[in-house]
Each structure stands twice: as structure tokens, then as C-alpha cells.
């Protein structure tokens, strides 16, 4: 018996000793009698002087374990009371208090015992968490407040970048619209009899006006490139004969200035590829245009190779060398900067504001390009740059075509200028006169709609900006409500592409740009003149005859129904519920650049136009754009020739109401 009592003394003692908490029994005092290691480790202290000591003193707040173990005696238990063991050193531990009385074989209080759970590392770690969790909190918050300042900064820099488009498009208009008529006048001037001061006087007011306009453009340009408004067309064009024709207009100058021009053409490039001429053009101009302006001797040499030749695009590099100034080589990094030129002297001795280039890179690499510049001082300079375009087996469009002597000139063509400032009336008469054409002027929109219900003429003229009735509504209702299909081109004074893509959705065919340039303008009026031309052969010689005349023949629905008019009835009402959907998904699609929905929208839409007898010109219409939409060719005929279709089945709808109103009044 007293063996195992032994052992299980010493049973329990190994158990104590074996806990890593502090356990401690104290007297009804509050001296220590007995300890484990636990509590020697963590006070410091050696068991023969821990024992009989003064169980408070070795926490840090020793009143309020004195009251912890007080309340100990009182309620016979505490569970988890916080507190905090001091170390002899000074380290602290913090434990739970746990402590409850221990009685003697009569029941009388011997004094307790007390275990203190070491939770410092508990206590540090959910201090960390807390700490992770406060941070995590702060963070979520900060992000949020960096999330809603984000938000309003890009509202505020949309809006900004919006009233920028806005100020800018109005002063491009403000200062177009009087330089039309400065740059029109000198021009008209210039051509009649002056003594040498004289020419030159005008000559510096023409080459001023040139300038601002540049200037106008370019800033308009980098405007647009920044509000990520630049579109970039893809279109077919033929690479080499473009920029063959885009070279000429260099001759003049580089024979004056006794140049050499060297054209280097990689003849493996196919012919005809797609892509955006008209920026390349306007690349390759500001490129050449430089290294014809800053060399007085020597050559110039454009050199044009094939670097990549992929199953469905080409890599061309354009190299444009000169034997000119050349550019220090500490510029040459900036040189691609906004208003940046080489030299402080650059801008007296040569002109320009140092946009060009930027405008260059901006073009090349909004379409996926690179452009590279080597240069040396007084030798000269080449700017390489690298483009890709889509192979096309597509037909080319002739509007990249402008070269004026192409063109066959036609004869008694009546021509419908609407605009309302009178200095731009008589710019236009002059020029018009010239070219050759007769005119007619109307001051605005509802003047315009009279004078085309009263005459006949070949084409219109629109100024957008006018009073009453603007040349949007007016061309809105030349389409709609008279069902005219006369070519329509706009005078923009305000050449963002909202107008331009304006000007198409309300069925204008063509654009032209003020400053008017007596060429292009010219070009563009002979291109549309001999697409009516060839219009008016396929519609049979009458060309009134479309317009004046009833646009459906019934005589073959008469004889697909056996002359039923219940069937026939039946045929008109399914033509007048399928066809409105029809061209709004074909208008839809035509926006959204979605191309197999407007082929399959205008599939649909073609047996019909035989059907209903319409003209056979226009289901060839419907062809063409079925083909354009096949090719994914968008230009701006195509948007004019779904206006064509929808005003012509509009009025074929309303004829055959007419049709259905007399069959009921029949039977
Ligand atoms: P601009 O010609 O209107 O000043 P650019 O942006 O086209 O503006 O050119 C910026 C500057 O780069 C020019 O002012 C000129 O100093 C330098 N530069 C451009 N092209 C050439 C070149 N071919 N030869 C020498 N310097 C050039």
C-alpha cells in the first residue's frame, strides 16, 4: 500500500513537473509552498528560494493578483484571469490565472492551487492577427478611397479629354471657316494679272495660310491620337502606284533645290494590300516632306522592302534617307517628341513647330508599327519605320486615286452649293466656274429641299453648319423623304471623325474638308459624277425615272399568283413585315462592323427586289454590298448604298400599301 502510494506520488509529481505551465501551490498567506519547473523557468528563480516567498510579488501587478487570489478564497475558483509573470531578468510572460482552493481531510481550506497558462504566444499571435486584420481593414479602406478617387479622376479626365475634342473641333471650325476664304481669294488672285510685289505679297499670304492650316491639323491630330478617337481605315489599295502618285508632289520642290529622288521598290510586295493609305500618306509627307526640307544637296531615297511575308499579312519597312543637316545625336532620342526640334536655330532657319514627327510615331504605332531614326551630323538622316498589312484579294477602291489628270471631265453638270456664308458662296462659284461646272447657291437647308423639288441637278454641295435647317437634317430628308439618291458631299469645316462618321450615317457619300483644296475638290466631284454615270446606264437611261416614278412593278407578283389578289395581298403584307426589320439589322451591322450579319441581312432582302419588279439597279446594289460585307471592305460608299436600299424599299413599302388599300377598295 504504501508502495503505491509512493508511486503515485511520484506518478502525479512527474506529471506536474512534465507541465509547461506554471503550476503553483500557496498557503492561506500567500507564500509559495510548491512549484514545478515550468514556474522556475519562467520566474528565474531556484526552488529553494521561490518557496515561502510572497506568491504576488513575481507578477507585474502584484495588488491585483493579491485580489485575483483573494477572490480565489471567496468564490473557491477563477478561471482565465489575465496576468502578467515577470521574469528576474526582466522578461514577461503572459499567463491565464486559473486557481481553486484545496481543502485538508476536514474540509478546511489548506490554501491553492494555481495554474498559469502561458499565452504570450497565443497573445502574439492573435495580436499579429488583429494587427493583419487592422492593416487588412486600413488597406481595403485605402484601396477603396484610391478606387473612388481613380474613378472620379478618370470621369474628370474623360470629361476633360472630352471639352478638349469639344474647344478644339470648334476652333478648328472658327479658324477654317475665314482661313477657307483667305487660302480661296489668294488662290483666285494669284491667277489673275499682278505685277511681281503683288505676287509676292500673296504668294506670303498663301504659304502663311498653308501653314495654319498644317498647324490646325496637326494639333487636331495629336488631339484625336490622345482621346484614342484615330481610326485607321482598311481598305484595298495598290502600295507602289499610291505611293508613286504621292511622290510627284515632291517634284517641283526637289528640282528647285537641285535634288536627286531615289525610289527603291521591293517588287515581291504584292499589289494590292489593305490598309489605311491616307495615313500613310500622310506619314510617308511629313517623313519625305523633312528630309526635302533639311537638305540642300545630294539625295533623297525612299526605300521600300518586304521584311516579313506571313500566310495572311506582309511587314513592310519604309526607309526615307537624306544627305542633309542631319541631327545631333544627343537630340536624336527626343526627336519624337511633342514640339521638339534639333536645334533652337531649327525653327528660324527652317519653319515648323516640331509636331510632325510626333504625329509620324503616334500614326505608326497606333497601328501596330515601329519607327527608328539614325542620323548623323552633316551627313544625313534616315527614318525607318515598319508597318504590317492585311493581303487582300479585293478590288482596290479608285477614291485613293486623286491624281486629277486621270480623270475625264463631263460635260453640263448642274451643281447645288448650299451654304450659308456669303464669302464661301462666292469661293465656291469661283472655283466651280472654273472647273467649268454650272452652279446654283441656296443659303440653307429649306432653301436647298425647294430648289431640288424645282430642278435637276447632278450633284450637292453641303455645308453642315447653317441656320434653319443644317446639312445633317437636310441630307437626312433629301434620303428619306425624297427618296433622292443624288451624291451628296459634305463641306466640313470640322474634320473630327465624329462629323465624318456623322456625315455617313445620314447618307452623305463624300467629305471634303475646308480650307477647300481646289484639286481634291475637283477629283472628288468627277469621282461621284461618274459613279451617277454609271448608275444612270444600269437604271435604263431614266434617271427621274427612279425618283418620280413608281419604284415597284407588280406585273411579276401578277403572274407568280396567277393574278390572285388574296395571294398576292398575302406576298405584299409578308414584304412589308420582313423588310423594315431586315434593313435595321443591315444598318445595325453596318455600324457594329459586324459582316456576316449585314451578308446574311442583305441575302435575304435580295429576292425581293425581283419579286415586287423594284429597278434591277438596285438588287445589284444589294449584290455589291453583299460583296463589300464578304470582303469586310468598309469605305464610305458602303454606308451611302444602304441608305440607297433603305430609302428605296421604304418607298416600295409605301407603294405597296397603296397597291393593298386599292385591292380592298376592289373587293
Ligand atoms: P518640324 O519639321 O515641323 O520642326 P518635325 O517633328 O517634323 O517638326 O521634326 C522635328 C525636328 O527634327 C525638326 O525640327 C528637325 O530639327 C529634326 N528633323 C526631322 N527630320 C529631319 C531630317 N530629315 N534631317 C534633319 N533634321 C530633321
Known amino acids: 500500500m504504501q508502495t503505491t502510494t509512493k508511486q503515485e506520488s511520484q506518478y502525479a509529481r512527474s506529471l506536474i513537473e512534465a507541465s ?28 529553494e528560494q521561490l518557496t515561502g516567498t510572497d506568491f504576488f510579488d513575481y507578477f507585474t501587478e502584484p495588488e491585483k493578483a493579491r485580489d485575483v487570489y483573494k477572490e480565489v478564497f471567496a468564490k473557491g475558483f477563477v478561471i482565465d484571469y489575465p496576468l502578467t509573470l515577470r521574469h528576474k531578468e526582466g522578461k ?39 494587427e493583419a486584420k487592422v492593416f487588412a481593414e486600413l488597406a481595403t479602406e485605402i484601396a477603396e478611397e484610391a478606387r473612388n478617387k ?85 481598305v484595298p489599295f495598290k502600295l507602289a502606284s499610291s505611293i508613286s502618285a504621292m511622290l510627284h508632289l515632291f517634284e517641283t520642290k526637289i528640282q528647285e533645290k537641285n535634288l536627286t529622288l531615289v525610289k527603291i521598290f521591293d517588287e515581291t510586295i504584292p499589289e494590292v494590300l489593305a490598309g489605311d493609305p491616307v495615313r500613310l500618306h500622310q506619314i510617308i509627307l511629313n517623313l519625305v516632306g523633312n528630309a526635302v526640307k533639311f537638305t540642300s544637296e545630294g539625295k533623297i531615297t525612299i526605300n521600300i522592302r518586304m521584311v516579313k511575308n ?30 521638339q526640334q534639333a536645334t533652337s536655330e531649327t525653327s528660324r532657319l527652317y519653319g515648323g513647330t516640331g509636331l510632325g514627327l510626333a504625329i509620324v510615331k503616334q500614326l505608326v504605332e497606333a497601328q501596330g508599327g515601329t519607327i527608328t531614326v539614325k542620323s548623323k551630323l552633316r551627313e544625313g538622316s534616315t527614318f ?79 455645308d453642315l453648319q447653317m441656320p434653319e435647317m443644317n446639312g445633317f437634317e437636310t441630307t437626312e430628308y433629301i434620303r428619306n423623304k425624297m427618296n433622292s439618291i443624288i451624291p451628296i458631299i459634305a463641306l466640313t469645316a470640322d474634320v473630327t471623325t465624329v462629323d465624318v462618321e456623322k456625315c455617313r450615317a445620314v447618307g452623305m457619300n463624300d467629305y471634303i474638308s475646308k480650307p477647300i483644296d481646289d484639286k481634291l475638290l475637283y477629283s472628288k466631284l468627277i469621282k461621284h459624277l461618274n459613279h451617277k454615270d454609271s448608275e444612270k446606264k444600269i437604271n435604263l437611261q431614266q434617271k427621274n425615272a427612279l425618283q418620280q416614278a413608281k419604284c415597284i412593278d407588280l406585273k411579276q407578283l401578277t403572274q407568280r399568283t396567277k393574278s390572285n389578289p388574296a395571294l398576292m395581298s398575302e406576298m ?96
Not at 498663301?206 to 498644317?214: F, M, N, R
Not at 534617307?321 to 545625336?329: A, K, L, R, V, Y
Request: hydrophobic share 40%; charged share 25%.
Open 20 to 47: 509547461l505551465d506554471p503550476l503553483i501551490t500557496i498557503s492561506t498567506k500567500g507564500k509559495i509552498m510548491d512549484m514545478n519547473q515550468a514556474t522556475l523557468n519562467i520566474t528565474g528563480i531556484i526552488r
Open 384 to 462: 525607318s519605320f515598319v508597318m504590317n498589312f492585311l493581303k487582300t484579294n479585293a478590288r482596290t477602291n479608285v477614291e485613293t486615286d486623286i491624281t486629277i489628270e486621270s480623270q475625264n471631265p463631263i460635260n453640263n453638270i448642274r451643281i447645288l452649293v448650299v451654304e450659308d456664308i456669303a464669302l464661301n458662296q462666292l469661293l465656291m462659284r469661283t472655283l466651280l466656274e472654273e472647273f467649268g461646272f454650272n452652279m446654283d447657291i441656296a443659303c440653307n437647308g429649306k432653301i436647298a429641299i425647294e430648289k431640288l423639288k424645282a430642278n435637276d441637278y447632278d450633284i450637292v454641295l453641303m
Open 310 to 339: 506571313d500566310a495572311e499579312y506582309v511587314s513592310i519597312e519604309f526607309a526615307i534617307s537624306d544627305t542633309g543637316i542631319g541631327i545631333p545625336e544627343n537630340k536624336l532620342e527626343h526627336i519624337f517628341d511633342d514640339f
Open 572 to 667: 405584299i403584307v409578308l414584304y412589308q413585315e420582313q423588310t423594315p426589320p431586315l434593313i435595321s439589322t443591315m444598318k445595325r451591322s453596318f455600324f457594329e462592323k459586324d459582316w456576316d450579319s449585314l451578308s446574311s441581312a442583305v441575302h435575304k432582302i435580295i429576292p425581293s427586289f425581283s419579286i415586287m419588279g423594284i429597278n434591277e439597279a438596285y438588287e445589284h446594289l444589294a449584290k455589291k454590298i453583299q460583296d463589300f460585307s464578304n470582303k469586310r471592305i468598309q469605305t464610305e460608299e458602303l454606308g451611302g448604298m444602304i441608305v440607297q436600299l433603305e430609302n428605296i424599299c421604304q418607298q416600295a413599302c409605301n407603294e405597296l400599301e397603296e397597291e393593298l388599300n386599292t385591292f380592298k377598295r376592289n373587293t
Open 92 to 130: 514577461l510572460t503572459e499567463v491565464l490565472f486559473n486557481g481553486s482552493i484545496y481543502k485538508g481531510d476536514k474540509g478546511n481550506v489548506l490554501g491553492v492551487v494555481i495554474v498559469a497558462r502561458d499565452v504570450t504566444e497565443k497573445n502574439r499571435i492573435a495580436a499579429e492577427l488583429l
Open 150 to 234: 481613380a474613378e472620379s479622376s478618370t470621369l474628370i479626365a474623360e470629361a476633360a479629354v472630352k471639352s478638349k475634342q469639344q474647344f478644339l473641333s470648334n476652333m478648328s471650325h472658327e479658324i477654317r471657316t475665314p482661313m477657307n476664304a483667305i487660302i480661296g481669294f489668294t488662290k483666285v488672285v494669284l491667277k489673275t494679272d499682278l505685277n511681281d510685289k503683288q505676287k509676292e505679297y500673296l504668294n506670303a499670304i498663301k504659304t502663311s495660310g498653308d501653314a495654319l492650316i498644317v498647324l490646325i491639323n496637326d494639333i487636331l491630330d495629336l488631339a484625336k491620337v490622345d482621346a484614342g478617337k484615330m481610326t485607321f481605315a482598311h
